[in-house]
């Protein structure tokens, strides 16, 4: 059983930085898809980040790119998201997600992640 779980959220000041990590468990990771997706208050689910665990193909939403860095440790089983010059926008709750080997839907939604993390807080005061 697949499990995901998300800790590094918490609350920072406009123009500053967080490091979101995301421990996967329950089986060994080759090919795979990891998301990183945001949901704040009264808005739909959105698309952050994502990256191939065999390395490289990492996308991001244009709200980001520049400012967000998704990586991964395949020693450890993590993901991680660094969140620089955050804004008051980026305020949401940040969830992971995995996309198993052989997945053909669209990685930037959703309904491609077969896996979801709990999900963590994250609130940037201005």
Known sequence: QVQLVESGGGL????????????A?????????MGWFRQA???EREFVASIRWS????????SVN??????????????????NSLK????????CALRETGGLRDFREG??????GQGTQVTVSS
């Open 111 to 116: 309904t491609a992640y077969d896996y979801w």
């Open 25 to 33: 468990s329950g089986r060994t990771f080759s090919d795979d898809r």
């Open 12 to 23: 920072v000041q406009a123009g500053g930085s967080l490091r979101l990590s995301c421990a």
């Open 88 to 95: 008051p926008e980026d305020t949401a709750v940040y969830y």
């Open 55 to 62: 390395g490289g193909n990492t996308y991001y939403s244009d």
């Open 66 to 83: 520049g400012r967000f860095t998704i990586s991964r440790d395949n020693t450890k089983n993590t993901v991680y998201l660094q969140m």
């Open 41 to 43: 208050p009264g808005k």
